[in-house]
Nanobody, 119 residues
Framework: QVQLVESGGGLVQHGGSLRLSCAAS????????MGWYRQAPGRERELVAI???????TYPDSMKGRFAISGNNDNTMLYLQMNSLKVEDTATYYC?????????????WGQGTQVTVSS
């Protein structure tokens, strides 16, 4: 089992920055990938960024340039630096941890942290 708790969300003006944090506990060494996802009202949850245990990061094209994911070596903390925020970045941001074991994938999610960007 893995527990994930996000923090750092809030209200920010267009063009501002925020840094989200995710504290992980439990069997954190079993996670091989961690990531950030977001979901806006009326929209599906979408990938923001992922990072592997080896430190390889992946961003969808739409997220490249303004977002940066990072974490510590023991998978207990995950961060998302968000710069040049836009109104359309308003969403609930979720921390994700993925375990792949014997061909079975298990996803763990935090409760989410709200980010609101004002114009």
């Amino acid at each position: 089992q893995v527990q994930l708790v996000e923090s750092g969300g809030g209200l920010v003006q267009h063009g501002g920055s925020l840094r989200l944090s995710c504290a992980a506990s439990g069997n954190t060494n079993t996670m091989h990938v961690m990531g950030w996802y977001r979901q806006a009202p009326g929209r599906e949850r979408e990938l923001v960024a992922i990072i592997t245990r080896g430190g390889t990061t992946t961003y969808p094209d739409s997220m490249k340039g303004r977002f940066a994911i990072s974490g510590n070596n023991d998978n207990t903390m995950l961060y998302l630096q968000m710069n040049s925020l836009k109104v359309e970045d308003t969403a609930t941001y979720y921390c994700n941890g993925r375990i792949s074991l014997f061909g079975k994938i298990t996803d763990y999610w935090g409760q989410g942290t709200q980010v609101t960007v004002s114009s």
